[in-house]
């Protein structure tokens, strides 16, 4: 026998959900793969574009597995958080050269995959091969702590466990697929985050954080991120009509992306760029001029605030200490993939016209 909150979700699921995405009912395991890493940490909305995108230029995992990965970078350019593409491109590879091109068909296999966590496992797992493994995420967390009224805190180890434990008791373990589908998509349109719709909830009477007023309160997170700001300094070294660019490697924020030649400060900048000590070291004893400094641009991370500003300094000879670096032209840059708050810049008409 279904618990009854199951029962209910199904019949809403069957009766009222209308919310459509390009990949819900997909039965092929790329294609789930690939939405879900893609929709790890981003909006639906945001999401979209790019799986549709990913899905024309590597209709296989084949197709991906063999890509360059300045290619894929190039296509991801703009999700942010950089590793899931490292990942995506390795777990590709994996499949076609372990696999041979198949995903493996079970959720303790699929687990074993770079970047694939236990909600991505249970989501393929489920979706793909009907396996009976339960996806817990933020909607799914945020739901069942709100119906239990649940105040125990979802980002613990008691409350992971509390959360899975729950999620798998309600599952139906005949359709698990559909009902995984169903419980997410119900977080999304009626018990959202914000202004949820318990007004023409199914599950309101049995909702015991709508009975006892705990709607707003729930779920309880108990850390919360630090924030800590950070300010970047890149120096558009031209060199006749070149510019200087390297591939971030270090483990950091955007990671093999592409970027200018950077210092990064302790805090912001006072004395006038023309003078400045990393500019003066790094230019030795070659003539060199300052012609033209950005606004002061701004990116918030999940944990981070990034500062930056843009310096474009003209020289007459090579730079010697820019070994790492490579010279490329205008007509290049848009083979390179770049954090946004450079292609932020780039995209402006008036660093264009200062640059150019």
């Known amino acids: 026998m279904k618990p009854i909150f199951t029962e209910k979700l199904l019949d809403w699921n069957k009766s009222q959900n209308t919310r459509s995405m390009p990949w819900k009912g997909e039965k092929d395991p790329y294609k789930i793969w690939l939405s879900e890493i893609i929709l790890q940490q981003t909006r639906v909305e945001q999401g979209l574009a790019y799986y549709e995108r990913f899905i024309v230029a590597f209709p296989t995992i084949e197709d991906l597995a063999k890509a360059p990965e300045k290619k894929v970078f190039k296509l991801w350019e703009g999700l942010g958080y950089y590793t899931r593409c490292r990942n995506l491109i390795a777990t590709a590879q994996k499949v076609v050269k372990e696999y041979k091109g198949k995903f493996p068909s079970t959720y303790d296999a699929i687990k074993e995959l770079k970047g694939i966590g236990p909600y991505t496992a249970a989501a393929i797992a489920s979706f793909a091969f009907n396996e009976p493994k339960a996806v817990v995420?933020?909607?799914?967390?945020?739901?069942?702590?709100?119906?239990?009224?649940?105040?125990?805190p979802i980002d613990t180890t008691a409350g992971k466990k509390l959360y899975q434990e729950l999620?798998?008791?309600?599952?139906?373990?005949?359709?698990?697929?559909?009902?995984?589908?169903?419980?997410?998509?119900?977080?999304?349109?009626?018990?959202?985050?914000?202004?949820?719709?318990?007004?023409?909830?199914p599950q309101q009477t049995d909702c015991e954080a709508f009975k006892h007023d705990l709607v707003k309160q729930l779920p309880v997170k108990e850390k919360s991120l630090s924030k800590k700001e950070r300010w970047f300094y890149y120096f558009i070294i031209r060199y006749e009509d070149r510019f200087y660019i390297r591939q971030r490697a270090d483990k950091d924020i955007w990671q093999d992306l592409h970027e200018f030649v950077l210092y990064e400060a302790t805090a912001a900048v006072?004395?006038?760029?023309?003078?400045?000590?990393?500019?003066?070291?790094?230019?030795?004893?070659?003539?060199?001029?300052?012609?033209?400094?950005?606004?002061?641009?701004h990116q918030q991370l999940t944990h981070q605030l990034i500062h930056g500003q843009f310096i474009t300094v003209t020289t007459q000879k090579p730079v010697a200490a820019l070994k790492d670096y490579v010279l490329i032209d205008k007509k290049q840059l848009k083979q390179y993939a770049f954090p946004r708050m450079i292609n932020t810049f780039l995209e402006?008409?008036?660093?264009?016209?200062?640059?150019f």
């Not at 023309?274 to 230019?283: C, E, P, S």
């Open 137 to 152: 995420d933020g909607n799914v967390q945020r739901v069942i702590a709100r119906y239990f009224g649940i105040s125990t």
């Open 270 to 297: 006072q004395e006038t760029f023309q003078d400045l000590t990393f500019l003066k070291k790094l230019l030795g004893k070659q003539s060199y001029s300052v012609s033209h400094i950005s606004k002061v641009y």
């Open 348 to 355: 402006e008409k008036s660093s264009l016209a200062q640059l």
């Open 167 to 201: 999620a798998t008791a309600l599952l139906d373990m005949e359709m698990p697929g559909i009902y995984n589908q169903a419980i997410m998509d119900f977080g999304a349109v009626i018990c959202k985050p914000q202004n949820p719709l318990c007004t023409v909830c």
